[in-house]
């Protein structure tokens, strides 16, 4: 269960990643929406797991591995936006989330 300190940073990161990589997006990966949906911090607010989704493309697994490369500009970035609110930048670490993908499969074995 997270802090309500952990919640509100989750929530901030999640804003201001988004808003990064919708500036950045184009030249990260053309061509490809990358929508964070959910964003968690460890307790001590170093480490953060970013569960992102891509629309649309084939290989999601080497877009999550290109976003990976560019997680340390991303981070950067992420500095000069709330290096005044937090004291340590997180580590991001982009995580692929298959949600759509799962639903849409529960959706397909439910149909008569």
Same mark, same amino acid.
């Given at each position: ?23 950045? &997006? ?12 959910? *964003? @968690? +911090?460890? =307790?001590? #607010? ?25 997680? &340390? ?12 609110? *937090? @004291? +340590?930048? =997180?580590? #991001? ?20």
């Amino acid at each position: 269960m997270d802090s309500i300190r952990q919640e509100k940073v989750n929530a901030l990161l999640v804003r201001d990643i988004s808003e990064i990589i919708r500036e950045e &997006g184009s030249a990260i990966l053309p061509g490809v929406m990358i929508s964070v949906t959910e *964003v @968690r +911090v460890s =307790p001590d #607010l170093g480490y953060a797991k970013v569960f992102v989704s891509f629309f649309p493309t084939n290989d999601k697994l080497e877009a999550i591995e290109t976003l990976q490369k560019r997680s &340390g500009e991303v981070r950067f970035k992420l500095g000069k936006k709330i290096g005044k609110q *937090v @004291r +340590v930048i =997180p580590e #991001l670490n982009f995580i692929l989330d298959d949600s759509i993908d799962r639903a849409n499969r529960i959706d397909e074995l439910l149909k008569p």
